[in-house]
């Protein structure tokens, strides 16, 4: 089983693996088909697609962020839809390193199913290795996906605003954080006594994830003597904040926390609280 990322030679060795499952999870903010778009025109062979605001999360309400997540049932038929039961293992990639998939790979887990990972490196690795690619849609044979939440996995807005012990880690980029740019969400900074680690700083040169004794040293580093459980993690939306959330799975600093509605649910409401700067 392979719960955190697998490698594109370990995916290129299973290619046709009855038991697996590869899901794209190509998505662009300001355009959002296109990665619909680019998933038709070309994936990796015997991929689904799976598009960020109609499969990986619910109704938006106003209130809720802006992509909160979906209802657990109706989510598990689409995992069964999708070929997935409990002997299914998941692959899931993107083109912007891991930054959309992440979601996937931690609402798996959410759902009770830990035999999920990320593709280290991407469709960028895997085509810069010259591996096949295919327009072809994959014939897909459904089963019974059977949901076990681990509602612990999750917490929300009243938790983050009595959490005086917890530490709250933002993935989003630096400018976004301490509120120069803002240019997804109506209101820039970030939630006061949070710290900021962006997602990307996970990542090597090539885009793989960095090797788990240095995710280790830097999440250790930013926990100052915490435990992994006091951890919520945030970000804009509650997507791309799952990144820190796989490394610290890899670093084995296991426990940390999901603020799903994430920057953009806090600020829904004027009277919570928002810091500027460092």
């Known amino acids: 089983m392979f719960s955190t990322v697998v490698s594109t030679e370990q995916l290129a060795q299973h290619a046709n693996a009855p038991a697996w499952v590869v899901i794209d999870c190509r998505f662009t903010l300001t355009n959002i088909e296109a990665g619909r778009k680019a998933y038709v025109h070309s994936h990796i062979p015997g991929a689904l697609y799976a598009h960020l ?6 109704p938006k309400n106003g209130s809720n962020g802006r992509h909160p ?45 830990d035999a999920v990972a990320l593709l ?17 849609l994959p014939q897909v044979t459904p089963k019974v996906f059977t949901a076990q939440v681990r509602h612990d996995m999750v917490v929300d807005t009243d938790a983050v605003l009595r959490a005086t012990s917890a530490l709250i880690v933002d ?16 209101v820039a900074g970030h939630v006061p006594g949070a710290k900021n680690l962006p ?27 915490k435990s992994p459980e006091q951890v919520i993690h945030m970000c804009g939306s509650g997507v791309t904040t799952c990144h820190n959330l796989l490394a610290m799975e890899i670093a084995g ?14 600020v829904a409401d004027p009277s919570r609280p928002v810091a500027k700067g460092y």
């Not at 605001?53 to 619910?58: K, P, R, V």
């Not at 997602?199 to 003597?225: I, V």
């Open 53 to 58: 605001d109609q499969d990986l999360a619910g």
């Open 69 to 113: 997540l979906p209802d657990a049932q109706a989510f598990a038929q689409k995992l069964g839809a999708w070929g997935i039961d409990a002997k299914t293992q998941v692959v899931v990639y993107d083109d912007s390193f891991g930054a959309i998939a992440v979601r996937l790979w931690w609402m798996l887990r959410w759902m009770g199913h």
């Open 199 to 225: 997602f990307d700083d996970n990542l090597a040169m090539d885009g793989t994830l960095l090797p788990a004794a240095e995710l280790r040293e830097r999440y250790t580093e930013l926990l100052d003597g």
């Open 253 to 266: 600093l296991k426990g940390g926390k999901l603020y799903a509605g994430s920057w953009s649910e806090w």
């Open 120 to 136: 280290d490196g991407g469709l960028p690795k895997w085509q810069r290795e010259q591996r096949p690619l295919t327009a072809d």
């Open 171 to 186: 993935a989003r980029a630096e400018m976004r954080f301490i509120g120069e740019i803002e240019p997804l969400d109506p």
